[in-house]
Antibody
Framework: EVQLVESGGGLVQPGGSLRLSCSASGFTFSSYSMHWVRQAPGRGLEYVST????????FYAEAVKGRFTISRDNSNNTLYLQMTSVRPEDTAVYYC????????WGRGSLVIVSS | DIQMTQSPSSLSASVGDAVIITCRASQGIRKDLGWYQQTPGKAPKRLIY???TLQSGVPSRFSATGSGTEFTLIISSLQPEDFATYYC?????????FGQGTTVE
């Protein structure tokens, strides 16, 4: 069974940093592109970032480009999102997602940016 | 970036009604589009991929058409569990983009 479990969310001050992790199991993690999608409270879904299976290519939404970094550790089946210079508008539930050969979402990790 | 314009933003419907939701892309995206359903407090669930292919396990009352810039999701006979918010997602080019969502209430 495919499982994606996010962790690392919490309260962070504006301008601060946070790293989200997503532990993957039940599939060959190193074979799939992985994505982060977020949802601010009461708002719609927003694409954040993608990393290819081998980690060589990464893509970002304009809203996070230059501040967030997506990475992966294929030996430990883990996806990361390093968030720096965070802003109140980054407050959201962050989902780890696999969309190839099926549709798999984690339960999400809540990030609150507030002083 | 490709913009996805989804309409309507909300609609009121009753059990048994047919519901139509549309997404328009700001440029051609072939059939690189999915439709997602989200209920409060839960992760989204994909209903349709490749613009018109039903995800395994999704009821046949859901269907979709379109290619290029115009896409449509149809619920043929609304069921109680279908009251939710629906989103389109284009994955033709990065950054991917979602429509603004349609709440069926």
């Amino acid at each position: 069974e495919v499982q994606l479990v996010e962790s690392g969310g919490g309260l962070v001050q504006p301008g601060g940093s946070l790293r989200l992790s997503c532990s993957a199991s039940g599939f060959t993690f190193s074979s799939y592109s992985m994505h982060w999608v977020r949802q601010a409270p009461g708002r719609g879904l927003e694409y954040v970032s993608t990393i290819r299976a081998n980690g060589d290519d990464t893509f970002y939404a304009e809203a996070v480009k230059g501040r967030f970094t997506i990475s992966r550790d294929n030996s430990n089946n883990t996806l990361y999102l390093q968030m720096t210079s965070v802003r109140p508008e980054d407050t959201a539930v962050y989902y780890c997602v696999r969309l190839a050969n099926g549709d798999y979402w984690g339960r999400g990790s809540l990030v609150i940016v507030s002083s | 970036d490709i913009q996805m314009t989804q309409s309507p933003s909300s609609l009121s419907a009753s059990v048994g009604d047919a519901v139509i939701i549309t997404c328009r892309a700001s440029q051609g995206i072939r059939k690189d589009l999915g439709w997602y359903q989200q209920t409060p407090g839960k992760a989204p669930k994909r209903l349709i991929y490749a613009a018109s292919t039903l995800q395994s396990g999704v009821p046949s009352r859901f269907s979709a058409t379109g290619s290029g810039t115009e896409f449509t999701l149809i619920i043929s006979s609304l069921q109680p569990e279908d009251f939710a918010t629906y989103y389109c997602l284009q994955h033709n080019s990065y950054p991917w983009t979602f429509g603004q969502g349609t709440t069926v209430e």
